[in-house]
Nanobody, 117 residues
């Protein structure tokens, strides 16, 4: 059973920065992709950024140019660098990973990001 553990959330002022980390219990080479989702109060969970096995990245339009997803294969960790944060970025951020071959998905428990006005 793969485990994903997020960290790095917190309270930040408007236009500030945070870096989220997602550590996997096993090798991240086993995943088709890993990504970050977020869920704001009263809204559905949405994809924020994703990094594919080959390194290709995808971003939600709302975060392009401000967020960067990256990974450290040696540490089995994926990061989300968030710059120029806005109040609308507030929410619980979840790490997600999909296994290569069987598409089984794993989720972390989430880390809360709060951006003040």
């Amino acid at each position: 059973q793969e485990q994903l553990v997020e960290s790095g959330g917190g309270f930040v002022q408007f236009w500030g920065s945070l870096r989220l980390s997602c550590g996997a219990s096993g090798s991240i080479f086993g995943f088709s992709y890993m990504g970050w989702y977020r869920q704001a109060p009263g809204k559905e969970r949405e994809l924020v950024a994703r990094i594919m096995y080959g390194g290709t990245t995808n971003y939600a339009d709302s975060v392009k140019g401000r967020f960067t997803i990256s990974r450290d294969n040696a540490k089995n960790t994926v990061y989300l660098q968030m710059n120029s944060l806005k109040p609308e970025d507030t929410g619980v951020y979840y790490c997600n990973a999909v296994v290569r071959g069987n598409a089984m998905a794993y989720w972390g428990k989430g880390t809360l990001v709060t951006v003040s006005t």
